[in-house]
């Protein structure tokens, strides 16, 4: 019965990672709007770095998620 929660404890703390990841694609794109606001001549030159980053923080996110599905299995 205890590795049956401690399986369910290690699941949650590995989901964790996607605090980081909503955190973090939050931060891209407020940052991006900043600085669009900044100077909107060279926001539409740095799009494609914004969803670039956002991709990769949501990549996190998901594998994330996925390892924690994997170890309830």
Request: proline share 1%; aromatic share 6%; net charge negative.
């Amino acid at each position: 019965m205890e590795a049956e929660a401690a399986k369910y404890i290690g699941a949650g703390l590995a989901t964790l990672g996607m605090i980081g990841s909503a955190l973090a694609v939050g931060n891209i794109f407020g940052n991006f709007l900043a600085g669009a606001l900044r100077n909107p001549a060279a926001a539409a030159s740095q799009v494609g770095n914004l969803f670039v980053g956002a991709a990769l923080a949501e990549a996190l996110g998901i594998l994330a998620f996925v390892l924690g599905i994997l170890m309830i299995l």
